[in-house]
Antibody, heavy 120, light 109 residues
Framework: EVQLVESGGGLVQPGGSLRLSCAASGFTVSSNYMSWVRQAPGKGLEWVSV???????YYADSVKGRFTISRDNSKNTLYLQMNSLRAEDTAVYYC??????????????WGQGTLVTVSS | SSELTQDPAVSVALGQTVRITCQGDSLRSYYASWYQQKPGQAPVLVIYGKNNRPSGIPDRFSGSSSGNTASLTITGAQAEDEADYYC????????????FGGGTKLTVL
């Protein structure tokens, strides 16, 4: 059974840092594309970042230069390092398996999400 | 980056058919995928590709596409279908980014 479990969320001050983790089971993270998607309170979904199976990484303009996506193959875990956090980064952060099919993309498995609150 | 536009809210009578649409330039090049999200829960994939349903998704959910518009149709809407629905696709600029629509709140009357 595929399962994704996020952790690491919490309250952080503006300008601070936080690292989110997403532990996967039932499939191999390094053999798949993996994304982070966030949802601000009461708002819609926003794609944040993807890491390809080959290791290439891409970011939404809103987080580029501040966030870093990575993975630990030995732990089958995905990470999101978030630096220089702003109030507008406050959101529930989901990790999701990013299924690539013929150049198209969809998110077929999602974690339960972890809440990040940026506030003084 | 590309944008996907959805109607903020749609309503349907119980048992009737409803179509939720998503418009954007990226849909001329890429298929949309559709997600259902109920309050306090993670999104769930309901349609992807030309018209594919993941295992466990009822066959009353279907997808279609024409030009720059993708549609999610629920035939015989049930009370449990009341939720937010989001479309998603790859960005059309070729920069490996992904984009979501703003979401549609579906009310089943």
């Amino acid at each position: 059974e595929v399962q994704l479990v996020e952790s690491g969320g919490g309250l952080v001050q503006p300008g601070g840092s936080l690292r989110l983790s997403c532990a996967a089971s039932g499939f191999t993270v390094s053999s798949n594309y993996m994304s982070w998607v966030r949802q601000a309170p009461g708002k819609g979904l926003e794609w944040v970042s993807v890491i390809y199976s080959g290791g290439s990484t891409y970011y939404a303009d809103s987080v580029k230069g501040r966030f870093t996506i990575s993975r630990d193959n030995s732990k089958n875990t995905l990470y999101l390092q978030m630096n220089s956090l702003r109030a507008e980064d406050t959101a529930v952060y989901y990790c999701a398996r990013d299924l690539d099919y013929g150049g198209n993309s969809c998110f077929d498995y999602w974690g339960q999400g972890t809440l990040v609150t940026v506030s003084s | 980056s590309s944008e996907l536009t959805q109607d903020p809210a749609v309503s349907v009578a119980l048992g009737q058919t409803v179509r939720i649409t998503c418009q954007g330039d990226s849909l001329r090049s890429y298929y949309a995928s559709w997600y259902q999200q109920k309050p306090g829960q993670a999104p769930v994939l309901v349609i992807y590709g030309k018209n594919n349903r993941p295992s466990g998704i009822p066959d009353r959910f279907s997808g279609s596409s024409s030009g720059n518009t993708a549609s999610l149709t629920i035939t015989g809407a049930q009370a449990e279908d009341e939720a937010d629905y989001y479309c998603n696709s790859r960005d059309s600029s070729g920069n490996h980014l992904k984009v979501f629509g703003g979401g549609t709140k579906l009310t089943v009357l």
